[in-house]
Each structure stands twice: as structure tokens, then as C-alpha cells.
């Protein structure tokens, strides 16, 4: 049997990439009667039907070292969150958001964000400045910037890397800078909603001649944080963490409560205030879900 990664999926039809080239398989029946849908990043064996080596069969999945509902893709070891500095201007509690899914996914992000040209330096400190504390790796790309686009790549080289971020943010423009053979529909900004147009209709994985893979992901405006208790949240930003135990309470919440050494250490400014008001949000959406 042939070893193989499941590139894209449309229709019941896999397509893998080994090393004599792309396979168009199907899935053995087995995998249903198992209640098992091969995925996106899968690493798979595969049977041949054909003398030509264009068509066969999923034989095995191999185990997955995560699995990723939103989107729906196994085996990513790299979460890059980006968004745009400007055009549109970037959506901080969305960010959090995504950035928890890859915590949830035991993913340490790496938070982008490009149209770098349209940002003046205080801008870009002003963005590092949120970020200072939570250990998280930042960086700014630009198409217009090649040296950016040099050190994304050693960000993704030889990494299943997958992109989170809503449309309009410029991530199949800076794909195809990254690697213009490519060739990804990219789309321009809605003047009357301010947000991009969907250009990415599906999940699909696209090889870097450098080294790793890339997965391209359908744009969203929204995120929803289900299965997170109102104690756990917490966890999640690593800059509050760091406080935790210095707390009054020991089930301390960093909401309401007396005594408590995160909202000084955010008075002090040693915690970004953009990021604690976005906690203080989660929790109470959190609180509010869990009260119906």
C-alpha cells in the first residue's frame, strides 16, 4: 500500500498526494460502518485500482494527533491567526476567539497580521503591545514586503499549517505571494458591510515547494466558544494565568470579585486592557449560554 496525505475532499472523492503524484480514492465502506469520515491533513494508506496509478481506494487512516471541527482538518501542528491591520480593521474579540480554538486544539498560534504597508510603526507597537505578555508570536506581512514574506515562510516550512481569519484579510493573496503557482481567487472588500467577499469555498491543503503544507480555509465573521465552563476561561489567556494564585478567592473569576490581583495588574498595566475588557465579554457570553 502507498502512504499518502488527503489533500481535499469534494463529494466522497479523496484526493491524495503521495509521492508518485495526486490519487483520486474513495473511502472503503468500513470507514462508515465506523462512523469514521477521512478528513482533510489525514494520513492515510491507499490501494490502487488502476495500472495508471490515478485512482484507488482509503484503506487506513492513520491516528490523528487533533482534530479540528471549524474547519474540518486532522494533523495540523501550526495555527496561524490572521487578520488585517487595516481593510478591514482587525476584530480583537474574534482574535481571542480563534486563538482559544487553537489552545483547545493544544495548537500554540501564531497571530499575523497583514496589509503591514498601510500601518505606520506606532500601529504595529500599539498591536505587539497586546500581545506582550501571553508568550504568543506576532508578526506583520505584506505582498509589497518580501522580506515579511521570507520569514512567513520559515514560519511554515516543513509544518501541516492551517489559516483562521475572516475574508477580506488578504490570506490567499499572501499564499500566492508565498507561492504564485498557486493561483488562489483572492477578493476585494464589500464597501457597504466593510468585511471581504468569500473567495475560499472549501477546505483544501496546497504542498509548499519549500517544505509543508498549507491549509487554505473558508473566511468567517464569527466563532462560537461552546463547551468552555466560566472557571476555564481563564486557562485560555495565559497573561491572566500568570496572576492567578495571587487572587483573594481561589475560585476567582477576575470579574466582580474583591481583592483581586488581575484587574490591578490590568490598572498597572502589566495585562492589555484590549485583551482582559475580551475576556470580561467571553465570560459573560459564556455565563449567558449556561443560563438557558
Known sequence: MIKGIIMRGVGGNYYVDTDGGLVECRARGLFRLKNI???????????????????????????????????????????????????????????????????????????????????DEELKKHFMSIFTETGYKVIFTSIFDEKSINEFKSILKNKLSAFYGPSGVGKSSVINAIQPDFKLKTGEISDKLKRGKHTTRHVEIYRLNFGGYIVDTPGFSSFSLAGIGKFELKEYYP????????????????YKEPGCVVKDAVNDGLISRVRYNNYIRLLEEIQNMNSY
Open 37 to 119: 469520515k477521512p478528513l482533510v491533513g489525514d494520513r492515510v494508506l491507499i490501494r490502487l485500482t488502476d495500472d495508471g496509478g490515478n485512482s484507488g481506494y482509503i484503506e487506513e487512516i492513520k491516528e490523528r494527533s487533533n482534530e479540528m471541527v471549524r474547519p474540518p482538518v486532522a494533523n495540523v501542528e501550526q495555527l496561524l491567526v490572521f487578520f488585517s491591520v487595516k481593510s478591514p480593521e482587525p476584530n480583537f474579540l474574534l482574535l481571542d476567539k480563534l486563538i482559544i480554538a487553537a489552545e483547545m486544539n493544544n495548537l500554540k498560534p501564531v497571530i499575523c497580521f497583514n496589509k503591514s504597508d498601510l500601518a
Open 239 to 254: 497573561e491572566i494565568n500568570k496572576f492567578n494564585s495571587g487572587c483573594r478567592f481561589m475560585d476567582c473569576l477576575h
